[in-house]
Structure formats: C-alpha cells, structure tokens
C-alpha cells in the first residue's frame, strides 16, 4: 500500500510542475491580454488593503522583473500574520527581506534571517533592515554527488530550525538551480515547516524541488501559485492552509 501511495504522490508532484511550466510557456499570451499584470494588481490590493488593517507601515516595493513578484509577497504576509510562522530564513536579499523587514518591525516575536551570496548586495541591504543578514560567497563543491554553487558554509546559522524557509537564491542555474537550499532544508527546517520555492516554473527550481520531496519520503503535502512568477509549498501538517492560498 505504501508503493502505491508513493506512485501516487509521484504522479501528482510530476502534474504540478508540468503545469507550471506549461504556465511559462504560456506567459507571452498571458501578457499580451493582460491577465497576469491584473492578478498582480489583485494581490498587490490585498497586500495594502491588509497593511492598512493592521496598521502595518510598508517600506516602498518594487516587484517588477525578476524581484520577488505580488503574489508571493502576499503568500509571505498570509504566512506570517494568519498561520502563524515566526521563524522566518529567506535565501537571497531583495524585495521579499524588505516586507520582511517591515512585518518583523511591527512583530518584535517574529525572528527573520535572511542569507545572501552577493557581498555588495549584502551590504546594501543590510543598511535598510534591522533583522539579521549574513552574507555567505558561494564556491564549486559537491552536494548529494552533484557540483553546483553553494554556499562556502552555513556556520551562522549553527542549531537554529525554522519554520518558514524561502528560496529564492542564490542565483539560479540551468539545471539543479539553488541546489546549496538542500543543506539547509536537511539541517535546519523545524518539525513543522512551509517552504516557498521561487521561480518554480523553472526546470532548473524543479530539480530542486523533486530532490526535497524525495528527500521526504513524498509524504509532504504541496501547492502551488501562479502570477507574474510561480511558487511550489511544501508543508507539514501544521500548515494545511497553505494548500489554499
């Protein structure tokens, strides 16, 4: 029964990410009618009608191109503010460390890290946000039998698990993109957890992806959103209402 349960789970992970690539392809279409920058008109207006409600001052943002895009910004303040994550570690500085930033202002609980490769991105950013921003270079080396970037090492983050991991960094790759995430999903990720993939249109992200879930057995439930870019959730029990965001 476990074989078959596993197939089955095989199956529709392989239908959720070819359905975001078949999102892709699709984009040019999608533009010239208008219908993706009117979702992300649609998110964008939840995300300051909500600010609004709770008196939640936001820094300026400009997702546009390939920073962090309105639906996933609206994916992070749901997790936060209504299903209750609070321990927060996003991989790769921009747009999304920003509203981090702003949530953590107003949530002294909330505990933010966020980990760039960038040097002078990293200082940057740093200058703008109060919460903690390490910054790690990448160098060729093995992980899982396969040589991707990865960070040198992930030394700051010593015994620290969090239950909300964004990926959304380093930079991406044709193949096995993000491929260093997978340390740190292994070592640090909280019994109860949701994780955001970026760019999970991506064949690249995808790898990624699959390698996780494997990882877990395929036992983790999943979902996925679709705007300007994609985003893949993986979540334990804890966070069954990412499934409907």
Same mark, same amino acid.
């Not at 015994?159 to 640090?188: A, C, M, V, Y």
């Given at each position: ?95 999304? !460390?920003?509203?981090?930033?702003? +949530?953590?202002?107003? $949530?002294? =609980? ?7 490769? %960038?040097? /002078? ?10 919460? !903690?921003?390490?910054?790690?270079? +990448?160098?060729?080396? $093995?992980? =899982? ?7 040198? %090492?992930? /030394? ?90």
């Amino acid at each position: 029964m476990h074989e078959e349960n596993v197939k089955r789970r095989s199956s529709e992970l392989d239908r959720t990410l070819r359905r975001l690539r078949l999102w892709r392809r699709l984009q040019p279409m999608f533009n010239l009618t208008g219908a993706l920058h009117s979702r992300e008109t649609f998110f964008q207006g939840m995300i300051h009608q909500s600010a609004s409600a709770m008196d939640l001052r936001l820094p300026p943002l400009y997702p546009v191109q390939s920073a962090a895009n309105y639906g996933l910004l609206y994916i992070l303040m749901r997790a936060i503010t209504e299903m209750g994550c609070s321990r927060v570690l996003e991989l790769g500085a921009g747009q999304t !460390t920003r509203f981090l930033g702003a +949530l953590q202002l107003q $949530r002294p =609980e909330l505990q933010v890290t966020t980990l760039e490769s %960038d040097k /002078e991105w990293h200082e940057r950013v740093s200058k703008i946000v109060s919460h !903690t921003v390490v910054h790690r270079r +990448l160098i060729r080396r $093995r992980i =899982e039998g396969i040589e991707v970037d990865a960070y040198v %090492d992930i /030394e700051p983050l010593k015994d620290q698990k969090f239950d909300l991991i964004l990926i959304d960094g380093p930079h991406g790759s044709r193949r096995n993109s993000r491929w260093t995430s997978l340390e740190i999903l292994s070592d640090h990720l909280a019994d109860e957890f949701l994780v955001i993939f970026d760019d999970a249109e991506r064949i690249g992200e995808q790898d990624t992806i699959r390698r996780f879930m494997q990882s877990r057995g395929l036992d983790v439930e999943f979902s996925s959103a679709k705007g300007m870019k994609c985003q893949f959730l993986a979540f334990s029990p804890a966070f069954q209402a990412a499934k409907f965001l």
